[in-house]
């Protein structure tokens, strides 16, 4: 059964591949739904369940627990760029400001192996820009500024100690 990655995993750091059919990865999907209903997530890419493809799942809706699967997708524009707070499930308790878009545009295969293009706003916005990031090797690290990187080893430190003592 797949888990979640949890940064410095090296599959968070690397290109994610093209999907050759859609359809050959209901099994993935299923778990990354699981994954990402279960962590209570917008999104989820490929790569942080520990497979190196490029598939994320994203909301329908910012505020519905059902999620669309989008394989290859690129994005093809991004307007009205500003800092905005950013987190990621593979990063418990960090959190950085990330520049992103409230507007981007993009395109993808659906599970049935359809071109879809479509244009989404705000948290679905980032939320696109950050999966995106993800198959492209890109993480939380590589937006943060020194002094974020240095509280975020802070913060991974203590969230992968959890307040347990060791026995």
Avoid at 14 to 27: C, F, Q, S, Y
Avoid at 43 to 53: H, I, K
């Amino acid at each position: 059964m797949r888990e979640l990655q949890i940064y410095p995993a090296d599959v968070l750091k690397k290109e994610a591949e093209p999907v050759e059919d859609p359809g050959e990865w209901d099994e993935l999907v299923a778990d990354m739904r699981r994954i990402v209903s279960e962590e209570e997530g917008v999104g989820l890419a490929a790569p942080q369940v520990g497979e190196s493809v490029r598939i994320f799942l994203m909301r329908d809706e910012p505020d519905k627990l059902q999620w669309s699967a989008y394989f290859n997708p690129e994005i093809i524009k991004v307007r009205e760029t500003e800092k905005i707070p950013e987190s990621c499930l593979s990063f418990p308790g960090v959190k950085i400001e990330a520049e992103r878009g409230r507007v981007v545009t993009f395109k993808a295969l659906t599970a049935a192996g359809e071109e879809v293009e479509m244009t989404v706003e705000n948290l679905l916005a980032q939320c696109v820009q950050h999966e995106v990031d993800h198959l492209d090797g890109i993480t939380l690290v590589d937006h943060a500024s020194l002094s974020e990187k240095m509280e975020m080893q802070k913060q991974l430190e203590e969230a992968k100690g959890g307040g347990k003592s060791e026995t």
